[in-house]
């Protein structure tokens, strides 16, 4: 149907914008285009790192007010930007090159797809003339650029003009912000970018992101489910903390007195002393036991993958009720009742249509729980390792995040540490854990900002030691020196009763550190709280080496 009046939605410009855009600056290229679209839609922070093919975009920020981290290594600029999406739960630009450059990205995007980071990913190509899959033999050409892509990103746009730019960037900026949050790779030509535009100025762009709303006949059914419960639980993910749902999640747990168990993912939640948290035992089967016991179980914001299911031995007994952003991972592991929606969305319409829900035995329940997950550490000779972890807790200021690599300590935090953390667990890859924590800092330098790795791991993100100089920014570094690869160490030595290729040369990182112009001191567990708490007091990048040998909790998926 049409009507009359539909001109009348048109914004008309105003004389001064008409004069702007019929005499636009000179001097611009594709490169301003780019920029200017990313003002226009609210970025003020980009990451990345210049090559060849994408000197038009660079050239172009120095134009623009936004302030550009560049980072050593382009997998590194991914983690920082990853980070700087969760933190800020906006779109973190990640400006990038054509072939290799691109490439060393899809790590850390794969990372950003498993944890939900809005990273949109702007890479260059080689000129237009080269597309379609020609051998032409251009510098970084590939066959088909995007295909390497595809399978890790959310959505891919391809440039060819200068007037698809706006578009194509404003479009990916809506794909990374609609739930579930993810990756995006945009890719403009070398040509494009650098050509010199006639085109106005982009001004404010609309790239609202879309809601995914909760079909009300399954929630009317879950509320009802809920209500009726004898032993409800809840399982609580990433999805939970992206959606900024975790006041719903309360509100919802204390209604029908559920007890509550974050994931990994989801660490931060849920109050971790809250008499209905079960806290983060996922890997525990005193947990999988009461999940299993549950007769309806509300999993919200998790797709009940490997780690979130006790290495898939958790097998429900009881009733699922699965509300999942990712319609890809509605029971894709459990039959359930599957509602595809944001979290926030669907936890505000189970809380409006539930019942009261008394039940004096559920904090009962949770205690029972947390003091036989306790005992069995006990049992354990682990003393050292939570001794170390809780040093770490003591030393961070508790408005400041963590992030934490693929290393035995973040193992540990993943199940121990009190609340929220950031770590790799998604994808599982090595190196994220200090170009992570200068993302975070990027994203607000008022507060210092840990990084945990092992030693293998730093030497993934060592060259960062220059950006976090460069822009002087607060991430204490905190690296657990056990002389390799620690967890594969354990994984072979279990397994085959010796390791193989796990030990590792490494250098110095003190003198190392101070080599970049960083501060670095070797600590011990007995002055590390101390020396930890020093360094993130004091201004600017930091690094803390500890000498240590950890060792795991043994594996319960495993009994």
């Given amino acids: 149907m049409t009507h009359d009046h539909d001109h009348d939605l048109v914004l008309r410009p105003t004389s001064a914008q008409t004069e702007a855009a019929l005499n636009p600056p000179a001097g611009r290229n594709g490169g301003d285009l780019v920029v200017e679209t990313l003002h226009g839609l609210g970025a003020s922070t980009v990451f990345g790192l210049p090559g060849q093919h994408a000197l038009g975009m660079f050239d172009a920020l120095r134009r623009s007010d936004l302030h550009y981290v560049g980072l050593r290594v382009e997998n590194n600029a991914g983690f920082a930007a990853d980070a700087y999406g969760r933190v800020t739960g906006e779109v973190a630009p990640l400006l990038l090159s054509t072939g290799p450059g691109a490439l060393m990205s899809l790590a850390a995007l794969q ?17 237009v003339a080269g597309l379609g899959g020609g051998r032409h033999g251009y510098l970084h050409e590939l066959r088909d650029q995007q295909a390497s892509f595809r399978d890790v990103v959310k959505s891919v746009h391809t440039v060819r003009t200068q ?40 001004t404010a762009m609309d790239a609202t992101p879309r809601d995914v709303v909760p079909r009300p006949e399954l929630t009317a059914v879950a509320a009802d489910l809920l209500s009726r419960a004898n032993r409800p639980a809840i399982i609580a993910g990433g ?134 997950v306790r005992e069995r550490l006990d049992s354990q000779d682990l003393t050292f390792e939570r001794q170390i972890l809780a040093s770490v807790r003591e030393a961070l200021p508790s408005t400041s995040p963590s992030f934490w690599d693929m290393t035995i300590l973040a193992y540990w935090a993943w199940s ?76 072979m030595t279990d397994a085959f009763g010796e390791a193989t290729a796990t030990e590792l040369s490494r250098p110095d990182f003190v003198a190392l550190a101070e080599s970049f112009g960083v501060p670095g001191v070797r600590t011990t567990p007995e002055t590390l709280r101390e020396d930890l708490a020093k360094a993130l007091a004091t201004p600017g990048p930091s690094v803390v080496v500890l000498p240590a040998l950890l060792k795991m909790f043994a594996p319960t998926h495993l009994g």
Avoid: C
């Fill in 111 to 127: 990372e950003a797809a498993a944890a939900s980071a809005p990273v949109l990913a702007i890479g260059s190509q080689i000129p």
């Fill in 163 to 202: 007037s698809q730019i706006p578009s194509a960037i404003a479009a990916a900026w809506e794909s990374a912000l609609t739930a579930p949050h993810g990756p995006v790779w945009v890719e403009i030509p070398q040509d494009v970018l650098l050509a010199e535009t006639s085109l106005p100025v982009v």
């Fill in 239 to 372: 999805g939970v903390v992206r959606s900024d749902a975790n006041g719903k999640l309360l509100a919802l747990a204390e209604k029908l007195n559920a007890p509550v168990v974050t994931t990994f993912g989801g660490k931060g939640a849920f109050p971790w002393e809250h008499p209905l948290s079960l806290q983060s035992w996922m890997e525990d089967r005193h947990t999988t036991d009461l999940l299993e016991d549950a007769d309806v179980l509300l999993v919200v914001g998790s797709g009940l993958g490997e780690l979130s299911s006790n290495y898939h031995t958790f097998a429900p007994r009881g009733r699922v009720i699965q509300i999942e952003a990712d319609a890809g991972k509605l029971e894709s592991n459990h039959p359930a009742l599957g509602i595809h929606a944001d979290a926030r969305l669907a936890l505000s319409a189970l809380l409006d249509t539930v019942t009261e829900r008394p039940d004096e035995a559920a904090a009962a329940r949770v205690s029972a729980l947390l003091t036989a």
């Fill in 416 to 491: 121990a540490w009190p609340g929220a953390l950031h770590s790799a667990q998604g994808a599982g890859g090595l190196g994220y854990g200090f170009p992570a924590a200068l993302g975070a800092a990027a994203a607000d330098p008022s507060k210092p900002v840990l990084a945990v790795s092992g030693d293998g791991g730093a030497m993934y993100s060592i060259a960062e030691l220059a950006t976090a100089r460069q822009y002087d920014l607060p991430v204490t570094w905190l690296i657990v020196d056990d002389g390799g690869y620690g967890i594969l160490r354990e994984y």
